[in-house]
């Protein structure tokens, strides 16, 4: 197969690859709708009873029914509590492919916990949902072949705790994305963004809720040497001056610095949150599919001039396997972490676009799997990202 060929699509109408490949996420899209009504239900259960980090067992209860009792009977083989209490993973894959030596592995992640005081204000049942609905419409429409497709595994991981402590983090350290080729997700937020530049977090987060946005509650201490200030002060450190000083420049440089930079004196933790690597060919892909259904993306500079959405431990996923985490509008222009954005993550209004971007998830996917040089260009960003951030972090 020569580079930039596509791998032919049984069973598909028309004459060329494109055109069945076309028809192939088509019947992703409608596979999605005709699980629209449960998959509503699920964000609806999800938002009416919200649920803590790593507190979320209404939610996993939910989610685990949910595709234990997926049609046709038994499709999905679901683990509840994986190494986690309130996280899962449900896996499926077409006949014939535990035979196969390396199938390609896509990864499909839903959150679910919610804010103290205000419950849904970050949308996370719609993340549930996306990734659920992302996974259902690649399933259905890879079973619509006659022939067996590429060999293939989709699994979708249920990753608690995003809001404080890092679920995947956790999972990240027990081997939960180890052999995941791909990763998929979207965040419900303002606008229609294929990337947002989250930074990096320190664990210890203060939460000032409702209204408030989270900032990192961060320590810096200043260690002086204590001398005689008449006889021999060149003995001494002053730590008071230090501080006085480090802010000071601080000061006066910000307004030099660009909306993505940051600056800080952080005592590392073991569940940082680490920047989102962005994979510029899967970004593409993603926009390019998105378009097709009507969805308009903000551009590039005005992501990037809009700021950071924030952090997430999804940047921790982006340092260890290729993904993306685009954000989606929800029909309102309300801001996250308030109480308007839990009415409208609730709101029957959000399904439509919630269901939009699942299919956008869904089509990129199937590319992914029909594209073969789509995915080598997307590992090809992986590894020349992580060699970037390497020597971002020795030269700074």
């Known amino acids: 197969m020569s580079p930039g060929e596509e791998r032919p699509v049984e069973g598909g109408a028309?004459?060329?690859?494109?055109?069945?490949?076309?028809?192939?996420?088509?019947?992703?899209?409608?596979?999605?709708?005709?699980?629209?009504?449960?998959?509503?239900?699920?964000?609806?259960?999800?938002?009416?009873?919200?649920?803590?980090?790593?507190?979320?067992?209404?939610?996993?209860?939910?989610?685990?029914?949910?595709?234990?009792?997926?049609?046709?009977?038994?499709?999905?083989?679901?683990r509840p509590h994986y190494h986690l209490a309130t996280a899962f993973r449900a896996e499926w894959e077409p006949p014939g492919v535990r035979s196969a030596a390396s199938p390609l592995h896509l990864g499909f992640l839903c959150e679910y916990d919610a804010l103290p005081g205000i419950g849904h204000a970050c949308g996370h049942?719609?993340?549930?949902?996306?990734?659920?609905?992302?996974?259902?419409?690649?399933?259905?429409?890879?079973?619509t072949l006659p022939a067996p497709p590429p060999p293939v595994k989709v699994t979708v991981l249920g990753t608690p705790a995003e809001e404080e402590g890092g679920g995947k983090i956790d999972l990240i350290e027990a081997g939960a994305f180890k052999n995941l080729d791909v990763v998929f997700m979207a965040h419900p937020s303002q606008e229609n963004a294929a990337y947002l530049p989250d930074v990096a977090e320190h664990d210890d987060i203060e939460k000032k809720i409702p209204n408030d946005v989270l900032f990192p509650s961060v320590t810096v201490k200043y260690y002086g040497k204590a001398s005689h200030a008449a006889a021999y002060p060149w003995e001494g450190v002053n730590a008071l001056d230090a501080a006085v000083l480090a802010y000071n420049n601080l000061s006066v440089l910000r307004q030099q610095m660009k909306p993505t930079w940051r600056?800080?004196?952080?005592?590392?933790?073991?569940?940082?949150?680490?920047?989102?690597?962005?994979?510029?060919?899967?970004?593409?892909?993603?926009?390019?599919?998105?378009?097709?259904?009507?969805?308009?993306?903000?551009?590039?500079?005005?992501a990037v001039l809009n700021g950071s959405s924030g952090s997430t431990d999804f940047g921790n996923v982006s340092f260890v396997v290729p993904g993306i985490h685009p954000y989606f509008y929800i029909g309102s222009d309300a801001l996250n972490h308030t109480e308007q954005y839990t009415e409208a993550a609730g709101?029957?209004?959000?399904q439509f676009y919630t269901l939009r971007t699942a299919k956008a998830l869904a089509m990129t996917a199937l590319d992914v799997i029909f594209k073969p040089e789509l995915l080598e260009r997307i590992r090809e960003d992986f590894k020349w990202k992580l060699q970037e951030e390497e020597f971002l972090n020795r030269v700074e």
């Not at 940082?272 to 551009?299: M, T």
């Open 263 to 302: 600056v800080h004196e952080i005592k590392g933790e073991a569940h940082d949150y680490y920047n989102v690597l962005p994979n510029k060919s899967l970004r593409k892909a993603y926009i390019e599919n998105g378009e097709k259904l009507g969805i308009e993306f903000i551009s590039e500079e005005d």
């Open 14 to 78: 028309g004459g060329g690859g494109a055109s069945e490949l076309e028809l192939l996420k088509l019947r992703a899209a409608e596979r999605i709708d005709e699980a629209a009504e449960r998959l509503g239900a699920l964000s609806r259960a999800i938002w009416s009873a919200p649920e803590l980090a790593y507190e979320e067992h209404r939610a996993h209860g939910v989610l685990t029914r949910f595709f234990q009792s997926e049609p046709p009977a038994a499709s999905w083989t679901v």
């Open 347 to 350: 709101s029957q209004e959000a």
């Open 125 to 143: 049942n719609l993340i549930a949902e996306v990734g659920a609905a992302a996974a259902l419409g690649v399933k259905g429409a890879l079973e």
